[in-house]
């Protein structure tokens, strides 16, 4: 049985920087990614990462956000530095990509989300 389980969220002022990690079980995946969610929007990419074509960012978030993979511990991780309220979401990990992995439904498995709260 899949499972993902995200940690590491919580509230930061503008500027700080905050970790994310994806912890997966069940069966390893080639390709991951992280995506956001508000209220007001419809679920967002933010990275992705790929074994065999390497990583991806939404432009609102390169340069700023790095994401990592640890395949030993079949884990995953999103450094988000230099963070804006613009930030603030309900952050999703996703596996089992397909295709260029930037939409939500290139993707079969997801956790259930933590919240980041960037204050200004």
């Known amino acids: 049985q899949v499972q993902l389980v995200e940690s590491g969220g919580g509230l930061v002022q503008a500027g700080e920087s905050l970790r994310l990690s994806c912890a997966a079980s069940?069966?390893?995946?080639?390709?991951m990614g992280w995506f956001r969610q508000t209220p007001e929007k419809e679920r967002e990419f933010v990275a992705r990462?790929?074994?065999?074509?390497?990583?991806y960012y939404a432009d609102s978030v390169k340069g700023r956000f790095t994401i990592s993979r640890d395949n030993a511990k079949n884990m995953m991780y999103l450094q988000m530095n230099s963070m804006k309220p613009e930030d603030t979401a309900v952050y999703y990990c996703?596996?089992?990509?397909?295709?260029?992995?930037?939409?939500?439904?290139?993707?079969?498995?997801w956790g259930q989300g933590t919240q980041v709260t960037v204050s200004s």
């Open positions: 996703a596996a089992g990509g397909l295709g260029s992995g930037s939409r939500p439904s290139d993707y079969a498995y």
């Open positions: 990462f790929s074994g065999m074509t390497g990583t």
């Open positions: 069940g069966r390893t995946f080639s390709v």
